[in-house]
């Protein structure tokens, strides 16, 4: 007995109730149309998650090795970088030496006092304060109050850096204004400015003050030792 030809038209003629007496085209079709189904829900409920994750991962690689080149060429070159810090260590020391000593400071703010007297600069204070100790120096505050010309306070501090011994002077909380007048006293001369402020000069710490200041932080419970050495 000859089959019957299946047509396209007999798709409306399907029982869903009972799919085991649909003609074999129809359910290789179903079966292929299930089997797309699944492979499209896997792809979307699973594949798909993961191949985010993966492109994820991959960029994360990349990032990753980027960071170890980079940290592998910083390690490359960490002696080179240590020899050159110890070079300016030693340079600094070096400077640090050029600057006045602790038995010369008194001397050098005599000399700065006489250099602002020699300029013409009237001098109504001068007062050095406590001298503070930092790592590998110390500073000395002067608090000033200085009359004079602009002129006269340039020569002022080309003559302090002229000074024999070598001199750093910085100047904090200047105010540099007209001489006001004062009640009972003659007005000043024109041009007359007041300075107002301090300034800080430095000196070198010596071998037995730096010792000193190292074992004093080491013996100081969650201090570590100031760095450097003595020179």
């Not at 792809?43 to 993966?54: C, E, P």
């Not at 240590?82 to 030496?97: D, F, G, I, V």
């Not at 007297?117 to 503070?132: C, R």
């Not at 024109?190 to 070198?204: D, F, N, V």
Request: net charge neutral; aromatic share 6%; charged share 15%.
């Amino acid at each position: 007995m000859a089959k019957t030809a299946f047509k396209l038209s007999d798709l409306n003629n399907l029982d869903f109730n009972n799919a085991g007496a649909w003609p074999r085209e129809v359910k290789a079709g179903a079966c292929v149309l299930a089997a797309v189904l699944i492979v499209a829900l896997g792809w979307t409920l699973v594949i798909r998650d993961k191949t985010i994750t993966l492109e994820s991962l991959e960029a994360q690689e990349q990032t990753l090795r980027g960071q170890f080149e980079q940290r592998a060429g910083q390690a490359a070159n960490l002696e080179p970088l240590k020899a050159q810090l110890a070079q300016m260590e030693t340079m600094l020391r070096q400077m640090l030496r050029q600057l006045p000593s602790r038995t010369e400071m008194p001397d050098l703010i005599v000399d700065i006092s006489q250099t602002a007297l020699a300029t013409g600069i009237t001098t109504e204070l001068f007062q050095p304060g406590p001298e503070v100790v930092r790592d590998f120096y110390a500073e000395q505050p002067i608090s000033l109050q200085m009359s004079g010309t602009y002129h006269q306070f340039g020569r002022f501090v080309s003559g302090v850096a002229s000074l024999p011994r070598v001199v750093i002077m910085t100047f904090h909380d200047i105010s540099l204004t007209p001489k006001p007048t004062v009640q009972g006293q003659p007005p000043p001369p024109p041009g007359t400015l007041q300075l107002r402020g301090t300034i800080k000069t430095y000196r070198y710490l010596d071998d037995n003050e730096i010792a000193a200041q190292q074992a004093a932080a080491a013996a100081t419970p969650g201090n570590t030792p100031v760095a450097g050495a003595a020179p």
